[in-house]
């Protein structure tokens, strides 16, 4: 019933750039929230950046500067900007939204993930 589906990780030398989408599809009522995480080798999954659906933002302070988070609320759809990357940025990124279904429960739900590999 909701999908949300990750694009544009790939490979790309450090220092490169990449864009991440999101989209979100499905019986959902509203989106409050939508935000990316990752999780690279050895690495704990993190909070990458955030976006309300007001463009209220949250980064980490590790890509503060270099990562953009954006949104088209029209078309539920969340945008990850990723430029200077570096080798600690090799992740799998997910893409989450935090909405209303039409019952008017809060829900949560999770991409399958896109791969990044920054590598020279």
Known sequence: QVQLVE???GLVQPGGSLRLSCAASGRIFS???MSWFRQGPGNQRELVAAITSGGSTNYADSVKGR?????DNAKNTVYLQMNSLKLEDTAVYYCTADYLNWEGYGMIHWGKGTLVTVSS
């Open 67 to 71: 990562f953009t988070i954006s949104r």
């Open 31 to 33: 989106i409050n929230a």
């Open 7 to 9: 694009s544009g990780g």
